[in-house]
T-cell receptor, first 116, second 111 residues
Framework: DAGVIQSPRHEVTEMGQEVTLRCKPI?????LFWYRQTMMRGLELLIY????????DSGMPEDRFSAKMPNASFSTLKIQPSEPRDSAVYFC??????????????FGDGTRLSIL | QQPVQSPQAVILREGEDAVINCSSS?????VHWYRQKHGEAPVFLMI?????EQKGHEKISASFNEKKQQSSLYLTASQLSYSGTYFC????????????FGIGTKLQVIP
């Protein structure tokens, strides 16, 4: 079975540019999570969706970040304008239906983002 | 709300045992454990749902003390393949799937 698919794997861009990260969750999973990973803060939850609806976006750093999930098989995380401090590895994860807190999360391979 | 993991890093020789602790300031509904190898995605190890519950995965097991709001991951007879960063994640509610992860514990197993 295909796992969570993220693209691009690597992104290098200049400060001020718009960045769009993409994620395809595992078919049948109804939860989708976006995380940011840095050495200092570890894995930070940015936002998560249930059945394509954003449930909690309290981890989104500021208005420059936005996320959408137009359908069950696709989500985007957008940064506009990008800043050097946004450099990190961004992971997407999905989990199957079930009682909250009881389901494992399946992570994609991540996008390594560098803002120059 | 981020759980606190200890130690932050540990180096083991093959065959040695290790314990990684995870504690929370809030009451826990469940505790998740993941392992991440360098340059790769985190991989699910196990979930613990009940106080005092212990679960196992190969020679890796974990306990969950609901009263103390903490969990411990036990690695016995460590192998080189156990090297990586171990994350605990906590869920404080059963309503949704939100899990908050700790900073991680970097484990290195050497020959």
């Amino acid at each position: 079975d295909a796992g969570v698919i993220q693209s691009p794997r690597h992104e290098v861009t200049e400060m001020g540019q718009e960045v769009t990260l993409r994620c395809k969750p595992i078919s049948g999973h109804d939860y989708l999570f976006w995380y940011r990973q840095t050495m200092m803060r570890g894995l930070e939850l940015l936002i998560y969706f249930n059945n394509n609806v954003p449930i909690d976006d309290s981890g989104m750093p500021e208005d420059r970040f936005s996320a959408k999930m137009p359908n069950a098989s696709f989500s985007t995380l957008k940064i506009q304008p990008s800043e050097p401090r946004d450099s990190a590895v961004y992971f997407c994860a999905s989990s199957p239906p079930g009682q909250g807190g009881r389901q494992p999360q399946h992570f994609g391979d991540g996008t390594r983002l560098s803002i120059l | 709300q981020q759980p606190v993991q200890s130690p932050q890093a540990v180096i083991l020789r093959e065959g040695e045992d290790a314990v990684i602790n995870c504690s929370s300031s809030k009451a826990l509904y469940s505790v998740h454990w993941y392992r991440q190898k360098h340059g790769e995605a985190p991989v699910f190890l196990m979930i613990l749902l009940k106080g005092g519950e212990q679960k196992g995965h190969e020679k890796i097991s974990a306990s969950f003390n609901e009263k103390k709001q903490q969990s411990s991951l036990y690695l016995t007879a460590s192998q080189l393949s156990y090297s990586g960063t171990y994350f605990c994640g906590i869920a404080i509610s059963g309503g949704y799937q939100k899990v908050t992860f700790g900073i991680g514990t970097k484990l290195q197993v050497i020959p």
